[in-house]
């Protein structure tokens, strides 16, 4: 056993936690082992519109790749736990807004905490070299997560931890240093359970552990750009971004942890915000410096629309007339949508 390696990965595990993840493992820096099944999912058309993923493809299959040279060692892996459960249900005029979408966003915050632990493993072994990553490089982070003994891939295909649940965020670094590796976590804790695959209101699993981007909320709200299709207009169920239904429903999330981490804590009005209001006002204000700028102020107003549609609002019509002149074209259309159906009654 090479006493001081295991000596720094002792130290380094203490470290995150000291920065506030939740857990920490670490994988060798090797092919994923879902890389294949990537592969498989992109090439049934399950990504939808997210050309990047195919893009970007080969690089997922070398995370050596992420950083200079080709010594890339050990991926490290952090989860954090982010927000609290809110049992509200929305008013007729408000929306929903997934759990990790509420507060600071969480690329932000994984960040500052793994450019810490970066910076702090370069103090420890000088002339390192090693990358930080949250969810913005061509990592398979969830199957490293795997590697690194963090949880197992819900049916949901979430991560899932049985003492932290599947409201985590994972972050990453890649570094040219050899550390002691975790197990594997080889087992699997959902049993014959189907809740997330049953709640889905738009029957986006078209098999357990296979997500369909092209029927997911998720994927509407958020990744696509310019009109929602009319099939799909009218299936939002509320969410104006992201959806958290089959991770609601999941067993493991009942007695997981609320988040620690105050700055992943939902801002006010981002939990149940009123959609007219987002319609009259633009929204971009509210979505600095938060996930939700990821739909941009088009996107946001575009769902707020469909939803005050599919519910009929009458009190939104001014509103929505309004956003017929506006200059993003899926705006205009869902505003016409809604309109149409609020006179159908």
Request: hydrophobic share 40%; aromatic share 8%.
């Amino acid at each position: 056993m090479d006493v001081d390696r295991s000596e720094l990965t002792r130290r380094l595990k203490a470290e995150a936690l000291k920065l506030g993840f939740d857990k920490v493992g670490i994988a060798p820096a090797v092919a994923p082992p879902g890389y294949g099944h990537f592969l498989d999912w992109l090439e049934a058309g399950h990504a939808a519109g997210m050309s990047y993923l195919e893009r970007l493809a080969e690089v997922r299959e070398n995370p050596g790749r992420l950083i200079e040279g080709e010594g890339a060692k050990s991926v490290v892996m952090t989860s954090m736990v982010y927000g609290h459960p809110d049992p509200a249900e929305p008013g007729p005029t408000q929306g929903k807004v997934a759990r990790y979408a509420r507060g600071a966003d969480y690329h932000e915050v994984l960040w500052r905490r793994l450019d810490a632990l970066l910076d702090w493993l370069r103090r420890e072994r000088p002339g390192s070299n090693g990358r930080a990553i949250a969810d913005t490089a061509p990592l398979l982070e969830r199957d490293f997560a795997r590697l690194a003994g963090l949880g197992w891939f819900g049916k949901n295909t979430m991560l899932i931890d049985r003492r932290l649940g599947s409201f985590t965020v994972l972050g990453a670094i890649v570094i040219d240093i050899e550390l002691d590796y975790d197990a594997p976590h080889e087992t699997a804790h959902c049993g014959t359970c189907t809740r997330c695959l049953d709640a889905c209101p738009t029957d986006a699993f078209v098999a357990p552990y296979v997500l369909d981007s092209r029927r997911c909320i998720s994927y509407w709200t958020i990744e696509h750009r310019g009109p929602i299709p009319d099939a799909f207009a009218d299936q939002l169920d509320g969410w104006v971004f992201g959806c958290d239904i089959c991770q609601d429903v999941c067993p493991w999330n009942r007695k997981a942890p609320p988040g620690r981490v105050a700055e992943l804590d939902a801002r006010p009005g981002l939990t149940t915000p009123d959609l007219i209001d987002w319609l009259d006002r633009d929204p971009s204000p509210a979505l600095k410096s938060t996930a939700l700028s990821r739909a941009k102020r088009a996107g946001i107003e575009r769902n707020a629309a469909l939803i005050l549609g599919t519910r009929r609002i009458a009190e939104a019509v001014p509103a929505l007339t309004a956003k017929l002149d506006d200059p993003d074209l899926g705006v205009r259309q869902a505003a016409a949508w809604a309109l149409r159906r609020i006179a159908e009654g």
